[in-house]
């Protein structure tokens, strides 16, 4: 109480501090007689501690993530190396496919040159009989189309008008 009245009085003269002026030196002076904050301070310490910890774990997380990228290059260089051996059969599977379809429709072509061949050669022989069978299979052709409309088509209205 006599340090509130001292600086009363003397900010009445006129010739002391101010309160706010007091509290700044009285804080100064704890200040001083307290362990200053420098890296040898409890404070200053913990937040050095702090932050190499801080460092460690940032490096950790480096190391870890490399680690991680590493093994993803990996796997998929395997899984390349896999869809190159896959594209390998498959094109290899095709070649055989190929080539083997490829001989069979030579053979097929070969086959069919054969046989158009030796029917030029019997229609050349026998023009009469060729030109007979032909008749006779357009006449069957117009009777069974004949037949297949006159069967699924019912007669048209005035067509029994007239017949009754």
Known sequence: MADNES??????????????SAARARSAAAR?????????SPRGSARKASEDAM???????????????????????????AVHGWYQNAAERASNLYSGASDRT????????????????????????????????????????????RASEPEPDWFRRWHR
């Open 55 to 81: 460092k460690k774990q940032i490096a950790e997380l480096k190391r870890e993530v490399s680690r991680l990228n590493r093994a993803l290059s990996e796997r998929a260089e395997e899984a390349a190396e």
């Open 106 to 149: 030579s053979r097929a072509t070969r086959q069919l040159r054969t046989q158009a061949h030796s029917v030029s050669e019997t229609v050349q022989q026998n023009p009469g009989t060729f030109s007979t069978a032909m008749l006779i299979g357009g006449l069957v052709g117009v009777l069974a189309g004949m037949a297949i409309s």
């Open 7 to 20: 600086t009363t009085n003397n900010v009445a003269n006129g010739t002391g501090k101010s309160t706010a």
């Open 32 to 40: 001083s007689k307290a362990p200053s904050r420098t890296s040898g």
